[in-house]
């Protein structure tokens, strides 16, 4: 049987361990809703088919979803919960799949903050001074910095980051041709780690579109020189489709900032799959 999870179940979340064993589906999935601020440490979410809330998709055997009942204060159809067990549809990069998801009843959520992007750990990060940022894209590209006046918010740079379990794809379509996202896959992604500060946030927002539903903030994990660093902040694709060619200006952009940082056999694939999938060359 398959769990939704979005709070404090999550992958660095206080509450992950009851997840032990469990089996991963899927980390970059959602379903419809929107999800609130308890208050007490914990969100909690209502049915909603115009909004998405952000989590993980987990495999679990029966006592795993006991003790996940327990603690979401389920015990059962017949009784007064906590929380409710529903059955939702989860849409991943796979495909939709069924799956449990606890929500409250619309009665118990007046008087909560609604959590905007629909993503905990969101709301949990984003007001950070300062935090750890993961560019895979055009962002790489520091001559663009330059152009438009901010390369002095990203100088701190920590090196190359690797990211598991995910391919880089161009799945935004714009006039022009499609643009980077990541996708869950079995290989992997590597790209630029930048410390920022909130200026910088600012900044990325705009130009990743996030306030017109282009890309959301996501939190993620990177090995950078084999060290795990945990809920490092990228930026990923809202509404997927099919892949579509880049335009030559901006590969070159991924591949310029990408040249001297990220491995030469990842620099390499980055190369070929631009020749192979778009008949693209980059020469720099």
Partial sequence: MNVFVYGTLRQNEVNHHYLDGAICLARQCWVNGVMYDTGLGYPTMIKDKNQRIYGELYQVNENQ???????????????????????????????????????????????????????WKCHLHLQDESFLYFAYGSCMDHERFQKQGVDHLFRKLKGCGVVQGYSLSYTRPFADGGRADLIESSEWVEGKIYEV???????????????????????????????????????LVIHKEDEVAPPTHYAK???????????????????????????????I
């Avoid at 900044?203 to 809920?231: Q, S």
């Fill in 65 to 119: 979803l006991d003790q996940i009942d327990w603690l979401e204060g389920y015990g059962g159809e017949s009784v007064k919960n906590d929380y409710n067990r529903v059955f939702a549809t989860v849409h991943t990069d796979f495909g939709e799949m069924q799956a449990y998801v606890y929500i409250y009843p619309e009665s118990k959520v007046k008087n909560f903050e609604m959590i905007r992007y629909g993503d």
């Fill in 253 to 283: 952009e991924i591949i310029r900032g990408a040249h001297g940082i990220v491995s030469e056999r990842y620099y390499s694939k980055l190369i070929n799959e631009l020749k192979s999938k778009f008949n693209i060359e980059i020469v």
């Fill in 197 to 235: 500060n909130q200026e910088a946030l600012k900044y990325l927002f705009l130009r990743e579109g996030v306030d017109t539903d282009v890309y959301r903030p996501a939190f993620i994990d990177v090995m950078i020189e084999g060290v795990e660093y945990k809920n490092v902040l990228t930026f």
